[in-house]
């Protein structure tokens, strides 16, 4: 994402509803990482534009806990493509192929290391292990081989079957920054698009 401007302000966990501390990020066209909390006078900026901002919708216990989710899912879903004989995946270092059983302990394995981990990866780490057989018949670990449209489109079903309404996606994307007539900061929070 490059530099960017950021704002810390407590929001609402998007998923347990507990208060924590966010990092609101934005972009003006001229960031050299600063930082703000809302209020603060800022004579840098034009008063009269707005930035979209976006930050982490979770707090951190439930965010470690998606990153932890991402991987047991995309196991699954990798073990299902496996099973219906639409990819062929062995580990990344050689051997044989791998089954649906061997890739749901890879993902717990996985799983346990996401959760301990600040950053969160995409697609997947589980796919860091892994090489897979390309349309060509080719072994190789190019990632958009397997993290395919299908792949991907199949990895968020699963995961909002598992009780993430917004799949695998971590960022909220609702916030606006602007200034007040007086030149502080401000983040709002922007309807929903399904909003009346």
């Known amino acids: 994402m490059g530099l960017t401007r ?3 302000m407590d929001l609402a966990c998007q998923r347990c509803g507990r208060s924590y501390l ?3 990020q934005f972009k003006t066209g001229d960031d050299c990482d600063q930082r703000y909390r809302p209020g603060q006078r800022v004579d840098d900026l034009p008063r009269d534009d707005s930035w979209e901002g976006i930050a982490l919708r979770h707090c951190p216990p439930c965010h470690a806990e998606l990153r932890r989710e991402r991987e047991r899912a995309a196991a699954d879903v990798l073990a299902a493509f496996v099973r219906d004989g639409r ?3 062995r580990p990344r270092r ?3 192929l791998l089954d649906g059983d061997a890739l749901i302990a890879l993902g717990a394995a996985q799983a346990e290391v996401a959760g301990r981990e600040a950053g969160l990866s995409f697609p997947p780490r589980i ?3 892994l090489s897979w057989r390309d349309p060509a018949g080719a072994w190789t670990t190019r990632v958009e081989h397997v993290w395919s449209r299908a792949v991907h489109d199949a990895h968020d079903a699963e995961m909002r079957r598992r009780g993430w309404p917004d799949g695998g996606d971590p960022w909220r994307e609702d916030l606006a ?4 007539d007086e030149r502080r900061i401000h ?3 922007l309807p929903s698009p399904l909003e009346p």
């Open 6 to 8: 950021c704002i810390d």
């Open 22 to 24: 966010a990092r609101i």
């Open 87 to 89: 990819l062929a995946l």
């Open 94 to 96: 050689g051997g044989p």
């Open 127 to 129: 796919l860091d292990e």
């Open 177 to 180: 920054i602007r200034l007040d």
């Open 187 to 189: 983040v709002v929070l």
